[in-house]
């Protein structure tokens, strides 16, 4: 733990503090205080301690040599008792040991990449990968470890700054305490990292050792988040999680939809018993057998069904189609309500179902399908032609391509 002079001066330590430092050296009246381990450095000049000496002189002073050296300690714990003795800002505290720590680790044999001779075969290669894996998790674990019972909470400077300065942590945990942020995202850090040693040790075979592991690790964070969070706070944060991985992964839109966010979240919340994504991606479990799929997703669809009700219900069905989409985000363009798209969508799907209808009944001639197919298509084309007026070819010539009805249509 060297270097910590020059630190100590650009901390500009108030005399508030250097008396307080003096204290832990039980200096007395008439005494000759000296701070042991002197750092001698001529280009800083060491900063001065006052001490008063009450008995002599009330008003008398005298400057003793304040060394950082008499603060640090081998014994991590030891370190923070003085730095708590004088009164050291706990920010500054938790820096101080935390970068200590780490550049303690960096220093260790085994944390940098094996670098294996050219002659070692696949074999030895992926097995000193996975002691060097092994070896980077177990000092990691054993930092971590160290760091909560010293400070007394999870930390890393990486999460500090992942915190002030990326954008999507701010919108996902914006809602936590500037202190409470940075501790989750440390804890996460923790047992992710952890759970990453595992699955990469394994080789991407996860045994049923492995797959225990993960599962204790994964209860033990659970735990560890209830304690650090309020029971409000978690879910909040569960919610937030999951819906910023659900969305994407199932590809969810609300296009037209009309929801409030309570009904959003009320969603979000249903979801979690379909997928929850945060488990199963911590837990790398394997994929369930179809049938446990489908169900879970016809559980989830009937709730929501029951949530929105069944005109909304369609309306969302109506969103997951990118045909509808597209044809959204065109007349919304242009200015056109969405019961514009709606129409057009609803028509022109009737239409194409009709057609199937047509084609497939086997009581009409080939003469009378073609007849009655040619009088759907005009109609459909008439009434998506009188909803989209002037815009109607570029919408079929382009984004509307999916009304294949309208296309052949075009196409005669």
């Not at 060297?2 to 005399?15: M, T």
């Not at 010293?150 to 002030?164: E, F, K, Q, T």
């Not at 009904?263 to 479990?285: K, Q, T």
């Not at 309208?406 to 196409?411: T, V």
Request: hydrophobic share 40%; aromatic share 8%; charged share 25%.
């Amino acid at each position: 733990m060297n270097g910590k002079f020059v630190f100590a001066a650009s901390l500009s330590l108030n005399a508030a503090l250097v008396i307080a430092l003096v204290s832990l050296q039980d200096v007395t009246s008439g005494a000759d205080p000296t701070f042991v381990t002197a750092i001698d450095s001529p280009a800083v000049p060491p900063l001065q301690a006052v001490v008063i000496d009450s008995e002599a002189n009330p008003s008398a002073i005298k400057q003793i040599p304040f060394r950082w050296s008499s603060l640090e300690s081998q014994d991590y714990r030891q370190y923070v008792s003085n730095l708590r003795a004088i009164h050291c800002p706990e920010e500054t505290l938790r820096d101080i040991i935390v970068a200590d720590l780490d550049q303690l680790c960096a220093s260790k044999p085994g944390h940098t990449p094996p670098n294996p001779a050219p002659w070692n075969g696949a074999t030895r290669r992926r097995a000193l990968e996975r002691q060097h894996v092994l070896s980077r998790a177990a000092m990691a674990a054993e930092k971590r470890a160290l760091v909560r019972e010293l400070i007394g909470y999870p930390w890393d400077h990486s999460s500090r700054d992942v915190w002030h300065q990326d954008s999507y942590t701010s919108i996902l945990l914006g809602f936590l305490a500037a202190s409470k942020g940075p501790q989750l995202l440390s804890l996460l850090a923790d047992a992710t990292e952890q759970a990453r040693a595992i699955k990469e040790a394994s080789g991407g075979i996860l045994i049923a050792e492995d797959r225990e592991a993960l599962r204790r690790l994964y209860h033990t964070l659970q735990r560890e988040m209830s304690g650090m969070l309020s029971a409000a706070d978690k879910l909040e944060f569960e919610l937030r999680t999951q819906a910023g991985a659900y969305l994407p992964v199932e590809d969810i839109h609300w296009d037209g939809v009309t929801i409030n966010g309570g009904e959003l979240r009320e969603f979000v919340r249903f979801s979690l018993e379909h997928r929850d994504m945060f488990a199963e991606e911590f837990l790398a479990e394997a994929p369930l057998a179809g049938d446990t799929i489908e169900a879970k997703r016809t559980a989830f669809t009937s709730r929501v069904r029951t949530m929105l009700g069944p005109v909304r219900f369609s309306d969302y069905e109506r969103a997951q189609d990118q045909a509808f989409r597209e044809l959204f985000a065109f007349t919304a363009a242009r200015n056109m309500t969405r019961d514009v798209a709606v129409h057009i969508y609803n028509t022109c799907r009737a239409a194409e179902s009709q057609a199937s209808q047509v084609r497939n009944d086997a009581t009409l001639s080939a003469e009378e399908q073609l007849a009655a197919l040619a009088v759907l298509k005009s109609m459909t084309t008439k009434s998506v032609a009188a909803r989209l007026g002037a815009d109607y070819r570029e919408y079929v010539s382009g984004a509307g391509q999916w009304m294949s009805i309208l296309q052949q249509e075009e196409a005669n």
